[in-house]
C-alpha cells in the first residue's frame, strides 16, 4: 500500500511516504519554504497543506498522486470541539476543526490528481504514538505521548502489542504539560512552540527554588492523567522582554518547571508500567524533545530501554499517522532505519550547482581526512551529505562541526547561529568510544538524551560540556555513517578526540539548510571556514592561503567545465 502521511493542523507542517510498511520519505515543509516551523500556529492556517514537502514525497518514489491508496492525515475532525454558529468564537476553535474536515478538498488543490476520498483522519495522539512504537520496532511495549494539544488531549498512555495500540489514559485540556512549558517560553521571552529547549538549557543555571509551590499546582492524579492548576508566572519572576538578559529568579522558575516536569513524567512512567509491565517505553509528542527529562526517565524510570521519535514534535505525526494506517491497510510496518529521510543529491547534482555558482571547489581523495584536518586546525566546517534530517536535530548530514578541544567554539557556534550564549552545543562520538566517556543510554543516534561526562573528558572537551556537566551527544556508528564515522576516525587520529562539535548547519531564525544552494548560501554569509558538500570541498579563501594546499585535492573547477 501507499501511504501519504501529512501534518498540517497546529504547526510544523511535514509529509511522510510509507510504501508496503517501509519509510521511503519524510521532510518539513520549512526546509522547502524556509519559513521556520512552516506556518504560524493559529487556527485560521490549519487549511495550509505540506505542499513542497507532499510534492517531494511522491517524486522520490516516483509516485503520481492518482497512485495513493491513502492520505493520513494527522488530527480528527470528529473528536474536536465542533464548530459553533459563530465560527469565529473560542479563538477559532471550530474553524480548525471545519478546516481539517474540509482537508480532502484543499488536498485536491495542493495535490491535484489524488482521491479526496483517499483521506483518512487518524487522532493526533494515536499519529503521535504510532511515530514512536511503529518507528521503534518495540514490540510489545508502552507508549507515552505528551505535547502541547491534540483535538481534546495533552497526553495519551497506552500499551502497544502486535501493533494494536490499547489506549490506558488519555489527559483532557485545558490540563496540559506542553501547555505549561510553552507558556513559560513565551514569560521568559522566548517564541512559544519553538524555543522550549532555550527554557531546558537556562534550568541549568540555577536551583529549583519553587518547587514547593509548583509541587501544588503541577501534580500526577495517580490514575494515569495529571492536573496543571493556573499558574502565574509573575508570581516568581517577572516576564522577560525577548533579548533581555536573565536573572537568577528567571532560571530558578526555569529550573522548577523543568524539575517538576521531570518529577511528573517519571510518576506518568511508573503508573504505565505497573500496568503494562513491559520492558520497553517510547516517546513523542513535542515533550518529548526534552532530552533532559527524556534521560531521567531513562535512568529513574521503571523501563529497561527508552526510544524517542527523532520528529517527536508535530512534524512526526506526518509519519506517524503513514505507518498507522499502512497498518490499518494490512501491511507489515517496518521500524525507521533513520531519519535521514529528506532530500538528497547525487554527485553531478552537486556537481553542477557548484558550477553555477561559480566557486573553486576540489575533490579531495579523502575528504574525511581533509575534513578532520581543518578541524583539528581550528576551522569551522559546514558539512552536507546524504539526505536531509526529518527532526528538529542535525545528525551528521546537515551539520556544522568544530573542534571540542576549545572552549572558544560555543561561543564562535553561537555566533554563526545568532544563538544565546548560555545555550550548548553538542558532540557526535564514534559510537565505539562513547561508553568511555559518556555515562547515558547507549547507543544515542538522535541526540535525544543528555550524558554525563565521565571524569577526566570534561576538561579535555569544554566546547560540548553543559554548565551542568552533561552533553547531548550523538553516537555514529561505522554501519550506519561509514563517511561521518571516517571523518571522526581521522579527527581521533589527529587529535586524540574521537569526537567534533556537531550542531545543525543553519544561520539564525532560518530553518536548517536542506538543499544545496541553501549550503552555498550559509557557507557565503557566515565565518565558515569549509563545506563538505558530497565528495566535493570549498575553502575559505583565507583558510586556502594559510594552509597553502590547494593541490591537495583534484581542483576541479576546471576539470568540470
Ligand atoms: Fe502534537
Known sequence: ?????????????????????????????????????GKSPVAFSTWELPEQAMAFCLSEAGLAA??????????????????????????????????????????????????????RWVPHHVAHAASATFASGFDPCSVLVLDGRGERASHLAGSFSGGTLEVLAAQALPHSLGLLYEELTAHLGFRRSSDEYKVMAMASYAEPSFLDAFRALVRADGEGGFLVGDVDFSRFAPPLPTGAEFTPAHAALAATVQRRLEQVLLELAGWLHARTGHRDLVLAGGVALNCVANSRLWREGPFERVWVQPAAGDSGTALGAAMHVAHQLGDAVAPMATAALGRGWDEDALA????????????????????????ADDGVVAWFQGRSEFGPRALGHRSLLADPRRAANLEKLNDVKGREQFRPVAPMVLASRAGEIFDGPLPSPFMLFTHGVRAGWAQRIPAVVHVDGTARIQTVDPAQEPLLARMLARFEARTGVPMVVNTSLNTAGRPMVDDPRDALECFGSAPIDALAIGPFLLRRARAARASGNGAAGERTRAALA
Do not use: C
Not at 511516504?17 to 515543509?29: P, Q
Not at 479563538?91 to 483521506?119: H, I, K, M, N, Q
Not at 550547482?353 to 581533509?370: H, K, N
Open 352 to 375: 553542477a550547482r557548484l558550477r553555477v555558482a561559480d566557486v573553486e571547489f576540489e575533490r579531495p581523495s579523502d575528504l574525511a581526512d581533509a575534513v578532520a584536518e581543518v578541524l
Open 66 to 119: 492518482e497512485e495513493l491508496d491513502a492520505v493520513a492525515y494527522s488530527y480528527e475532525p470528529a473528536l474536536a470541539p465542533q464548530p459553533a454558529a459563530d465560527i469565529t468564537a473560542d479563538e477559532w476553535e471550530g474553524l480548525r476543526t471545519l478546516y481539517a474536515r474540509r482537508a480532502p478538498l484543499f488536498l485536491r488543490a495542493s495535490l491535484p490528481g489524488v482521491d479526496p476520498d483517499a483521506v
Open 1 to 37: 500500500m501507499k501511504v501519504l502521511g501529512i501534518n498540517a493542523v497546529f504547526h510544523d507542517p511535514a509529509a511522510a511516504l510509507v510504501i508496503d510498511g517501509l519509510t521511503v520519505a519524510a521532510a518539513e515543509e520549512e526546509r522547502f519554504s524556509r519559513r521556520k516551523h
